[in-house]
């Protein structure tokens, strides 16, 4: 088996760990499990020939990570934060290929419009801006994967998308789904792994030039 699967099948594991420990309500399998996760999958995708920024974008996600398992306000500012540097990663890595999609656009403006503007007025006063602005650069990654790198990076921001509400609503202390945690982490890592894979395959099927963005070799999964 090669370096790139065995990295692949260790995101797996870890994947599957995290999630039965938050299923099962074991907080010990869940610090452990949920730091691995996105540098497991940068060096899949490292290995894989992607682009430096998809590398940063996984990495700024485990910074986020990382930082979310505090449950203090400003390490939750800071992983917001560090999220959003790999959101803008992930528009540079999208900006320079594909088409406007107006009615995916129309979709997502209503979308962010709605969520924000429910959300608002339960949200803690000095969030509220924070939310507001992260959300905005969310929808607007989650817009770009879809119309410029096809169904499964559409698919991963989108889910990108629902996993962050998801925390939205919680802040807000809106009515929870059983186990809150678990889903959403299971939206979290399905949006990254189909970020990572959708940007790996349409980079095979038409690579960038090497000179803007980096060196792009095999991407085989």
């Known amino acids: 088996m090669t370096p790139k699967r065995l990295l692949l099948l260790a995101f797996g594991l870890a994947a599957a760990v995290d999630l039965g420990s938050l299923a099962a309500g074991f907080d010990p399998g869940h610090t452990v499990a949920k730091p691995l996760l996105m540098p497991l999958l940068a060096g899949y995708a490292a290995l894989s020939g ?27 500012l800071a992983g917001m934060g560090s999220f959003a540097a790999g959101h803008i990663c992930y528009l540079l890595l999208f900006k320079a290929r594909g088409s406007h999609q107006p009615f995916l656009l129309a979709g997502y403006g209503v979308a962010l419009t709605t969520t924000v503007a429910s959300l608002w007025p339960d949200l803690p006063a000095d969030l509220r801006v924070p939310v507001a602005g992260y959300s905005l650069l969310l929808t607007a990654m989650a817009y770009r994967a879809g119309s410029r790198f096809g ?12 996993s962050d ?26 949006a990254q792994f189909l970020l990572a894979t959708g940007t790996l395959r349409a ?19």
């Not at 682009?51 to 910074?63: E, N, Y």
């Not at 499964?152 to 629902?162: I, K």
């Not at 038409?206 to 991407?219: D, Q």
């Open 50 to 76: 992607a682009p430096r920024l998809l590398i940063a974008a996984l990495l700024f996600g485990w910074g986020g990570d990382v930082l979310l398992l505090s449950d203090a306000e400003p390490a939750f």
């Open 151 to 162: 169904l499964t990076a559409g698919l991963g921001g989108a889910l990108f998308m629902l």
């Open 165 to 190: 509400t998801l925390i939205a609503t919680g802040v807000a202390e809106w009515p929870q789904p059983p186990r809150p945690d678990l889903w959403i982490m299971l939206t979290y890592i399905a």
């Open 203 to 221: 980079l095979e099927a038409r690579p960038f030039p090497a000179a803007t963005y980096g060196e792009v070799r095999s991407t085989t999964p």
